[in-house]
């Protein structure tokens, strides 16, 4: 109940902080808050909202996928060498997502099977990929994608402002919600990152359990690279690069505990619009992309720092409330 508490308190900063995001930046801005610079903003973070709902399981659980912005870019890449060999566009979009699942299921192979840390693991494979993508595609773009594809990348849901891709990440982001913190397998993910040795005792299939959240991992890098490639209708075996980072800043920043065993997606999806309504401030003011690199990376030297100075300052007024009761005593 307490953790409840914590997280609830944590997620319900965070909805403050988007609220007085959005309200700086109108202030900024007047075209911040319009509905069409609105819609612009949240189509822009699409493919980290995305790859945040899977990479929020995995660290709960207590690992890591570092290679997953790579793996979009080996995926898009995959796509438009197939399209520009003349393949369908399903079966190239078929290919991209077997593709990422291999890429996961690699990754998840060698965590679990060869007992190799995660954060080695994905940093090797996120050179790996990347360094494949460009195998296949070197410095080209495929372009010239199908009307109805690209329309599907950018296009918005009938009648409304809201991007496809978006829609999208909401139906997902509802569905990771009820099957982490509504189904037996989601308080599973708790124990393992709380204790795996324990978890191990109580008859989970800890290995398993991983290597099928590293193959989800793929697989949503793999659906993140359909809506890049649709949306900005170009596949390049640089796209999305650094986007690993905005997805660890947006679930650590959300309460995902970098130790395992705590968070809920409710906090992820909010540090997703908060980093997204950031950056969409700080481009409308015309700031340099260097300069939205180093915001990226005070977030998530933010998101793991204010967390545990919080757990600290809360240990060390429950130990001078029992110290006061012992006195009284």
């Known amino acids: 109940m307490n953790r409840f508490r914590g997280l609830l308190g944590w997620e319900f900063s965070l909805i403050i902080l988007v609220g007085a995001a959005l309200l700086i930046g109108g202030l900024l801005s007047p075209d911040f808050l319009t509905g069409s610079n609105l819609s612009f903003l949240t189509a822009n973070f699409s493919e980290v909202a995305l790859m945040s709902l899977a990479m929020t399981l995995l660290i709960i659980v207590g690992e890591i996928d570092l290679s997953v912005a790579s793996i979009l870019g080996l995926c898009s890449a995959v796509i438009g060498v197939l399209f520009a060999a003349g ?152 796209n999305a690069s650094g986007f690993e980072l905005s997805v660890i800043a947006a679930v650590l920043l959300g309460g995902v505990s970098i130790f395992g065993g705590r968070g809920s997606v409710v906090g992820t999806v909010a540090a997703v619009f908060l980093i997204g309504i950031i950056n969409g401030a700080l481009t409308i003011l015309d700031v340099s992309n260097e300069i939205l690199t180093i915001v990226t990376g005070l977030l998530l030297i933010g998101s793991v720092l204010v967390p545990n100075l919080l757990t600290h300052f809360r240990t060390y007024q429950q130990r001078r409330r029992i110290k006061g009761d012992s006195v009284i005593q």
Do not use: W
Request: no cysteine.
């Open 87 to 238: 393949v369908p566009m399903p079966l190239a979009i078929l290919a991209a997502f077997i593709t990422g699942g291999l890429a996961g299921l690699f990754n998840g192979l060698l965590v679990t099977r060869l007992g190799l840390p995660s954060l080695a693991v994905t940093i090797g494979t996120l050179a790996l990929y990347r360094g494949l993508a460009y195998v296949l595609l070197g410095d080209k773009a495929i372009a010239d994608f199908p009307a109805f594809y690209t329309n599907l990348g950018f296009g918005n849901v009938p009648g409304t402002l809201i991007p496809l891709p978006m829609a999208l990440f909401a139906v997902l982001a509802i569905l990771t919600i009820v099957v982490l913190h509504a189904t037996p397998f989601g308080r599973s993910l708790y124990a393992i990152g709380a204790n795996q040795i324990a978890a191990r005792f109580s008859g989970l299939q800890v290995e398993r359990v991983k290597l099928s959240l590293f193959v989800l991992s793929g697989l949503m890098a793999a659906l993140a690279s359909a809506v890049y490639t649709f949306r900005f209708s170009s596949a390049r075996a640089d």
